[in-house]
């Protein structure tokens, strides 16, 4: 990863992530575009996935005052697909409770593709790179002015995640089973879900970002995606790994951490980050003086998550 200097780095190792990702996404785009026969699969995993490296590539390839740019190109790339052309456009709900109504229906549309692949088994490979690189929510709150946390985090507050998680399966089962109401896929319906499910979202992680100054908050307290994420993360095959005789124990990486995560409590056990509230965002890397970050593809399970917390 280019980390010193003002010029492009286009060394062979800064393709290697991107090629992964192209590979992943288009090798599963041409795969049920087949056996579901239908080129809309074609097209939607090729694009995300192309989006996805792109971002990658420039993350690795760019000067260091540059780099957040990679992962911004992707989140608008993807972020804006998603909820323009997939959400308002397709009157998908991509929200979770578009997801819990879609399992009850039967109905095996983009929306249930998205929530299986990016959130429940992809995880198994990326980690949370999703909440990185294409959450349309992240998208905006990474516009705010605290993109690093003033203060760690209010330990207590993540469980409001999971509270705010089966309030909504209760509210959807309850429409569904009690009221006889369920709303129809790609209907208005699932429309008017979908806007007034981003608009709390949006109203929510502003308010939050900007009373704790940390544009990451909703992410960490409210947003109910980590619930599924979370379970298979832990198993990821890609990692952030520290190189002990690189690091010099100058804590940079856990200053601009966006999600407060212990990284060199990780380092100091010979263990890769294996927190599940890492999003692979990958700033601890760029940001490393030493270059002893990056990402690593291996075996390991994390267990109880290292974070910092407010005293």
Known sequence: MNTKGNKWDLSWENFRLPFLFL????????????????????????????????????????????????????????GCYMLFFLGLFGKENMQIEGFFMLLLSGVFAAATMHYVIAKIFGPLVFGRAWCSYTCWTAMVLDLLPHKRPKNKRIKGLGLIRYVYFFLSLGLVLFIWYVLKNPVEPQSTGELYWLIAGNILYYVLGIILALKLKDNRAFCKYICPIPVLQKVTSRFSLLKIKIDPSK?????????????????????????????????????????????????????????????????
Not at 60 to 68: D, G, I, M, N, R
Not at 285 to 296: L, T
Request: charged letters at 15%.
């Open 247 to 311: 690091c010099i124990d100058c804590g940079k990486c856990e200053k601009v951490c966006p999600m407060d995560v212990n990284l060199l409590a990780y380092k100091n056990q010979n263990q890769r980050i294996l927190a599940t509230e890492c999003i692979w965002c990958s700033t601890c890397a760029y940001e490393c003086p030493e270059n002893a970050i990056a990402s690593s593809f291996g075996f390991d399970v994390g267990l109880k998550d290292k974070l910092y917390f407010r005293s």
């Open 23 to 78: 590979g992943i996404f288009w090798g599963l785009a041409i795969l049920l575009s087949i056996t579901a026969d239908t080129v809309f699969y074609l097209f939607n995993f090729g694009y995300i996935g192309t989006s996805i490296a792109v971002g990658i590539f420039l993350i690795q390839a760019l000067p260091k005052e540059h780099k957040a740019w990679g992962r911004r190109t992707s989140q608008i790339l993807v």
